[in-house]
């Protein structure tokens, strides 16, 4: 067990439907702290860059497209086993499939507008986090 940082991203259907505050407050309940946080709008551009591992998939373009359609939240979520402590209250990608209390079960629309995006390992956390932020803007 570790103190890790993982980022996540509250997605454009959440901010839309003004849930920021309802996930900040799951993430909190569940031991993470959010240590950098800022509302962005992102391009289709820069969508497509965030999600190119899953170019070849048949969502894709639905994905950027969506991620490129309202302003998300962008955080670094800090504390022990943060990134699957953070995977576990987003839980399943698919909101049928989601346990109660999770955010998704919550408050996903489908399996495409899901509310939330969590880092899935160390790896992908470390690109992810640098992505969006620089050093300076992360205190722990
Ligand atoms: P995320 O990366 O956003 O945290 O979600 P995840 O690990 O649970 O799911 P992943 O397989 O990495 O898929 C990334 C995002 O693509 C959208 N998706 N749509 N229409 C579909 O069948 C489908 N499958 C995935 C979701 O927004 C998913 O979170
Ligand atoms: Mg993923």
């Known amino acids: 067990m570790a103190i890790e940082r993982t980022l996540s991203i509250i997605k454009p259907d959440a901010t839309k439907r003004n ?20 509302r962005i709008k992102l391009s289709p551009e820069q969508a497509g860059k965030f999600y190119e591992v899953h170019k070849a998939r048949p969502f894709y373009g639905e994905l950027v497209e969506f991620m490129a359609s309202e302003p998300v939240v962008v955080q670094v979520l800090e504390g022990e086993s943060a990134i699957t402590r953070n995977r576990d209250v987003m839980g399943a990608t698919n909101p049928a499939d989601a346990a109660p209390g999770t955010i998704r079960k919550e408050f996903a629309l489908s399996v495409g507008e899901n509310s939330v995006h969590g880092s899935d390992a160390p790896e992908t956390a470390a690109q992810e986090i640098a992505f969006f932020f620089s050093g300076l803007e992360l205190v722990g």
Do not use: D
């Not at 849930?19 to 800022?38: P, Y």
């Open 19 to 38: 849930l920021t505050g309802k996930i900040n407050a799951k993430f909190e309940e569940a031991g993470l702290r959010v240590i950098a946080q800022k």
